[in-house]
């Protein structure tokens, strides 16, 4: 057994995350996950951690309950950045299982409900006609896969459309990674939950928060109050606004920075289902790690990870590791265990929507390619801007020419 270097003796770790740019994976994942899979590391907020990156020790951990997603927002435990929610809404899906409301949220979150399909597809058709009126260049990400994101989530909560540009507006600020607490957050999420409370309301609100709404009349649910409500609604817009048009955004870099998968499918469109799975595996979308807190001590490889220590998933990691995905990164839509990536996550926190994940950027892609079909960046890839200090990797702007 080779010996890890001790998070308690060995000093000074590297600091994590590594690198925001979104065209390539950071050089230090490969040596890592070669040499020490489990290695310490300092992150944004000054703690130390153990920072996990090849496949199977990451899939250990999270299909592991003694690694906690809970309690990384107990008090003073180390963190990965600082909370820009209040702490009990960490364990968001925790909290909607409680409260009785999981399978209302898993029906709103279901691809196949009647019409949801053809609407986003009739949403990616309105804003080419809209990119296409204004001519190239145009930017990506602000003409379409935030509005195109933003807007399922309306229609999955059942509020209006013209309520989209107010909560899109919070996540530049809700899914920051600093190092001690933001003024702006608590700003917004007050705000947000005012909104989302008076929405409940309103006689017109169906979807999910119509639902929602209905159960404040049910004796069974009288333990819920209109905040609880309203959390659920902004959570799931955020949660899923900024996963979605951040994995669209990052799989179009990644189409249009390899010309040769992207004619592949827009070629032949029938590849687009295999491909979007590909891209959720290469895709660079986490900018951090997933966090979890060891609630016990737990040999991890050849770390003995201590109760109380911090843990974070490298998703990169695992996604393209050779001993789980030979040739990680050749871009491969016939691969037989593409599926088995983990932009989802895994094991208790699986995320819920993979099948909604899915549909949404499957669609934007088929409309896209069809509509565009000589998409292309506009500007050198060397010239896309990243964001910092954030959860995603995303380019601020995503100049466009067809
Ligand atoms: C391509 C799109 C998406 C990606 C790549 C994605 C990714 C992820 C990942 C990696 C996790 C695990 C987090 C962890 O283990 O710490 C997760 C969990 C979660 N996701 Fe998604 N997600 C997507 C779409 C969505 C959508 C559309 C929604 C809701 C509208 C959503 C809601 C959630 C929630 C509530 C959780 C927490 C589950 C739990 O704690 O049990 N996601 N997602």
């Not at 006689?203 to 009349?217: I, K, N, Q, V, Y």
């Not at 659920?232 to 900024?242: K, W």
């Not at 249009?256 to 590849?271: Q, V």
């Amino acid at each position: 057994m080779t010996t890890a270097p001790d998070i308690r003796t060995e000093t000074p770790p590297p600091d994590f995350p590594f690198s925001w740019d979104g065209t390539r994976v950071p050089a230090e994942v490969e040596e890592l996950r070669a040499a020490t899979p489990v290695r310490r590391v300092r992150t944004i907020a000054g703690d130390e951690a153990w920072l996990v990156s090849s496949y199977d020790l990451c899939r250990q951990v999270l299909k592991d309950d003694r690694f906690s997603l809970k309690d990384t927002s107990a008090p003073g435990v180390p963190r990965q950045y600082a909370l820009t929610i209040p702490p009990e809404v960490v364990n968001n899906m925790g909290n909607i299982t409680g409260a009785g409301l999981r399978r209302a949220v898993l029906k709103a979150l279901n691809p196949k409900a009647p019409g949801l399909l053809a609407r986003l597809r009739e949403d990616a058709h309105r804003l080419v006609d809209l990119m296409e009126a204004e001519g190239p260049t145009v930017d990506l990400r602000d003409a379409f896969c935030e509005p195109y994101s933003a807007g399922m989530h309306c229609r999955i909560l059942g509020i209006p459309q013209t309520e989209a540009p107010a909560f899109l507006r919070s996540l530049d600020i809700a899914f920051m990674n600093s190092a001690c607490p933001i003024t702006g957050a608590k700003i917004n999420w007050d705000r947000d939950i005012t909104r989302m409370t008076a929405l409940l309301d309103d006689p017109a609100t169906h979807g999910l928060m119509g639902e929602l709404a209905a159960l404040r009349d049910d004796p069974d649910y009288a333990h819920l109050t209109d905040e609880m409500l309203a959390t659920v609604g902004v959570t799931m817009f955020g949660a899923g606004t900024i996963s979605t048009s951040g994995f669209l955004a990052m799989a179009l870099v990644y189409l249009l920075t390899h010309p040769i998968a992207r004619d592949l499918l827009r070629d032949r469109p029938d590849l687009i289902g295999p491909g979007v799975e590909e891209l959720l595996r290469v895709n660079l979308s986490i900018g951090d790690a997933l966090p979890r807190l060891a609630l016990e001590d737990v040999l991890l490889g050849d770390v003995r990870v201590r109760r109380g220590e911090l843990v974070l998933v490298l998703v990169e990691g695992a996604n393209l590791d050779p001993e789980k995905f030979p040739d990680p990164h050749r871009f491969d839509v016939h691969r037989d265990n593409t599926a088995d990536h983990l932009s989802f996550g895994g094991g208790a926190h699986y995320c819920p929507a993979t099948a909604l994940g899915r549909a949404h950027a499957r669609i934007a892609l088929e409309v896209l390619l069809e509509r565009l079909p000589d998409l292309a960046l506009a500007v050198p890839p060397s010239q896309l801007v990243w964001r910092t200090g954030f959860m995603k990797r995303i380019p601020e702007r995503l100049p466009v020419a067809w």
